[in-house]
């Protein structure tokens, strides 16, 4: 039996990942980047883990799906450089890790960045990890706007994908462009932020507010809601309608903030291995928190010695 990793091991083992895919970038369009902090790589330490849990599986079941291609989407994709301010380092964005990380890689990767500075570097950047400029697509386009003709690009190609909508609040990837994504055969992970509770409140008094969150739940679900917590089992239930297994993951700051990377899944066959994966990983999301990735980073980068001042009390451990 293997031994299981600590939660040490298992960070830091996920972070070297993300520090050295960062490196093969890097120095391409070196000025642009996303900048975040280290609570950041635990989200990236989730897609990232997803990449490889679903290329796995779906490339044994294309064929039983009746399609040929395994794709990767990502709506609002960055730059695939991230610099992670309070670490002092750079990671690489979600798409990088997508042409990276999976042992058996996806065939085509379609990338939505409204930024253009982002979408070129990123376009660069993909070039370089994959070789050729056949094997994906990066729209440098608001992604309401651009989410018809990536579908149907997908669509083109017979793909089964998984999806990423990197929501920053809840502008940019409307409930309908949603609802299209909702209707493709995708397997769908989205940040979702607490502050949209705020939105809601604020919703009553303020026409801009009442827009964003009509546009972002749907105008029918958020106008029968009464409360918050209507809303929100509204709006899961219609989510539920199209995929029967929604998962939640914490990701947690250590400070006090946390946000939600939520899972999305039809019930099928290929169910269990799934469940078990996402049990895994939402062990360690649980445990692990921004100021730890933060240390953790530190440590790999070589801008602290050890995780003492983490550990007080305890003795030291260097990587
Ligand atoms: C959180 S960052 C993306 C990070 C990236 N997904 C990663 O994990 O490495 C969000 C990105 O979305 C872009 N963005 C914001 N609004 C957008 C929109 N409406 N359409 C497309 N991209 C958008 C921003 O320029 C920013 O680069």
Redesign the pocket.
Known sequence: MTKRKTDLEWLGDHLRILTEASERVRSIEPTVY?DFNAW?TL??IG?KFWQRIYTDIIQEHLELLRKECMAYL???????L?RIRDADCFVA???ILAALVPRKPFHYIVS????RS?AVALEKRLIHVRGNQTSFKVFA????AAIRDALGELRDRKSHFMA?V?Y?GM???SRESMDALLREPCDIWFTFFPNIKRSVALSEWDEANLETCRNFFGRRVFDRSATYDDLIGNWTQELLLRRQILYPFQIQSGEGYSYELVFMTKRTKAGSPYVNAADDLKRRLDSIKGDFARMVLQVLTGKQRDLDSYFSGRPPFSL
Do not use: C, P, W, Y
């Open positions: 996303n950041t989200k990236l897609v990502d709506v609002m994709a960055g730059s695939g991230n964005g979600s798409s939505i960045e409204s930024n982002r386009q608001e992604a309401d990423f990197d920053q502008k940019g990837f």
